[in-house]
């Protein structure tokens, strides 16, 4: 079946701007994780969902990022007033274990703030 | 919070020689410990994974051994070859919570 899926693939965004971020997990998947990856580092948590709940969002930068799964699949992460700072590259993962087994990733989102 | 350290940050060997690459954790509370493999521009998937009721786990030529006392694990790939070159990460999980928490990873790569 198809995995995980996350548009756009890449989004440019002027600072100041707000952006939305997408992520389709594997059908069935119960859990969704979103992640930051900058440049030559891990991902780096950054919130947890099982279904529609949002268990730990103890990962989220500031009060700027804000994730939501309103029906347990599709999930977006929106960022208000970027910063240049949050350039990175979001990946979402999704996982039918929840925390134990693999966490399939998406391709991620490239965000460029200029 | 979970900290993860991963060593050494590249390693560089010939094909056919064995790499190792090793993280230690800070959190006991930590129990599942996955590995991902990353090709440039492409996302991580995993290789293998092992969890804390269990010392060893081996699949083909990558094999990866837990010390909970000591708080470390490490991946071991035998007969290297150039498609192994990768960046490879390590995790740290505490399924209760769900929370991953990632090494910053090791760049491999095999010469041929």
């Known amino acids: 079946g198809a995995g995980v899926s996350q548009s756009p693939r890449y989004k440019v965004a002027k600072r100041g701007q707000d952006v939305a971020l997408r992520c389709d997990p594997i059908?069935?998947?119960?859990?969704l994780f979103w992640y930051q990856q900058a440049l030559g580092q891990g991902p780096e948590f950054l919130t947890y969902?099982?279904?529609?709940?949002?268990?730990?969002k103890s990962g989220l930068p500031s009060d700027r990022f804000f994730a939501e799964r309103p029906e347990g699949s599709v999930s977006t992460l929106k960022i208000q007033r970027t910063q240049q700072e949050d350039s990175a590259v979001y990946l979402c993962?999704?996982?039918?274990?929840?925390?134990?087994?693999?966490?399939?990733f998406g391709p991620g989102t490239r965000l460029t703030v200029t | 919070g979970e900290n993860v350290e991963q060593h050494p940050s590249t390693l560089s060997v010939q094909e056919g020689d064995s790499a190792v690459i090793k993280c230690t954790y800070s959190?006991?509370?930590?129990?599942?410990f996955p590995w991902y493999k990353q090709e440039l521009g492409k996302r991580p998937q995993l290789i293998i994974d092992?969890?804390?009721?269990?010392g060893e786990k081996k699949d083909q030529r990558i094999a990866v051994t837990l010390n909970k006392t000591a708080k470390h694990f490490s991946l071991h790939i035998t007969e290297t070859q150039p498609e192994d070159s990768a960046v490879y990460f390590c995790?740290?999980?505490?399924?209760?919570?769900?929370?991953?928490?990632f090494g910053d990873g090791t760049t491999l790569t095999v010469k041929p």
């Open positions: 993962a999704s996982s039918s274990l929840g925390g134990y087994g693999e966490q399939y």
């Open positions: 059908s069935g998947h119960v859990s």
């Open positions: 092992i969890r804390s009721n269990v």
């Open positions: 995790a740290a999980s505490d399924t209760n919570a769900g929370k991953s928490t």
């Open positions: 969902f099982q279904n529609e709940a949002q268990l730990d």
């Open positions: 959190d006991s509370a930590s129990n599942y």
